[in-house]
T-cell receptor
């Protein structure tokens, strides 16, 4: 079956670094995405990994290991505005719907001062 | 950047009535659009894939006669919730993939909050 696991909640303080892990088991794999979602709003794109390794984009980095079915999102120099839900999603190439994304339940990150 | 709009942003309707939600790609064409549903503190669940000029593909467990999808043009897909019930109350989000350029990214609309009373 399809399964994407990530922690439900995490807390951190301003200026700190936090790592949000994601493990997945899907019938196919054609890329892993991280999205940020504030309450009541649509997800916004953060990163995309399709090959193993680290992708860095400003304060955000994302890592992928396909052999381990594992990814993490690293947030540096945390700011209060980073308080949000972070969604891990996999594009399952064998999904009936083609290129649709399968989402994890999301990790709610709370950043305090 | 690519923008996807949804209308309405929120709607309240009575049980038994139908509600139509529009999803538009404003500055790009999208052969494929996706409809997701999200319950409070839950993940986004794919409901169906909308393809311009052909029938939508529904996920297992999603009633195609209840959730009618029409992809009338390369910039517009609509989702109609027919005979809505309180359990249909949810956050409905669409996303679109640009047709012209091979893009790995899906662009999400701002979502529509449906409340059925």
């Amino acid at each position: 079956g399809q399964n994407i696991d990530q922690p439900t909640e995490m807390t951190a303080t301003e200026g700190a670094i936090v790592q949000i892990n994601c493990t997945y088991q899907t019938s196919g794999f054609n890329g892993l995405f991280w999205y940020q979602q504030h309450a009541g709003e649509a997800p916004t794109f953060l990163s995309y990994n399709v090959l193993d390794g680290l992708e860095e984009k400003g304060r955000f980095s994302s890592f992928l290991s396909r052999s381990k079915g594992y990814s993490y999102l690293l947030l540096k120099e945390l700011q209060m505005k980073d308080s949000a839900s972070y969604l891990c999603a996999v594009r399952d190439s064998f999904n009936q719907a083609g290129t649709a994304l399968i989402f994890g339940k999301g990790t709610t990150l709370s950043v305090s001062s | 950047g690519a923008v996807v709009s949804q209308h309405p942003s929120w709607v309240i309707c009575k049980s038994g009535t139908s509600v139509k939600i529009e999803c538009r790609s404003l500055d790009f064409q999208a052969t494929t659009m996706f409809w997701y549903r999200q319950f409070p503190k839950q993940s986004l669940m794919l409901m169906a894939t909308s393809n311009e000029g052909s029938k939508a593909t529904y996920e297992q467990g999603v009633e195609k006669d209840k959730f009618l999808i029409n992809h009338a043009s390369l910039t517009l897909s609509t989702l109609t919730v027919t005979s809505a019930h309180p359990e249909d109350s949810s956050f409905y989000i669409c996303s679109a993939e640009p047709t012209a350029v091979h893009s790995y990214e899906q662009y999400f609309g701002p979502g529509t909050r449906l409340t059925v009373t």
